[in-house]
């Protein structure tokens, strides 16, 4: 497994941007399965990104044409840019890992290591 730190959540008003930052440290990240989670109170964790090792991307439909996520190798890094924000994306983001993905890359179950969560509020 690999360690996850989060950063770069905050306030935020409607129509603005903010980039997170996920940090792995224990081991690279090269070969794994990389993603971003959301989870508003009450309601369960869901899917929002994914940066798979071979470079290629899948999204949650609302964040296909707002969000942007991208992985450094080197820097052993993920990051999820999102434009366009909404009240409605307020939640604690995670950022998620798998060595070996299997099942739905869209279910926080088939991810082994998780980061502590940073929070993104958006105000009207």
């Known amino acids: 497994q690999v360690q996850l730190v989060e950063s770069g959540g905050g306030l935020v008003q409607a129509g603005g941007s903010l980039r997170l930052s996920c940090a792995a440290s224990?081991?690279?990240?090269?070969?794994?399965?990389m993603a971003w989670f959301r989870q508003a109170p009450g309601l369960q964790r869901n899917f929002v990104a994914v940066?798979?090792?071979?470079?290629?991307?899948n999204y949650a439909d609302f964040a296909r044409a707002r969000f942007t996520i991208s992985r450094d190798s080197a820097k052993n890094t993920v990051s999820l840019q999102m434009n366009s924000l909404k009240p409605e994306d307020t939640a604690v983001y995670y950022c998620?890992?798998?060595?070996?993905?299997?099942?739905?890359?869209?279910?926080?179950?088939?991810?082994?290591?998780w980061g502590q969560g940073t929070q993104v509020t958006v105000s009207l």
């Open positions: 224990g081991r690279t990240f090269r070969g794994y399965a």
């Open positions: 940066s798979w090792s071979g470079g290629t991307t």
């Open positions: 998620a890992a798998s060595r070996s993905l299997r099942g739905d890359y869209r279910s926080a179950m088939a991810y082994d290591s």
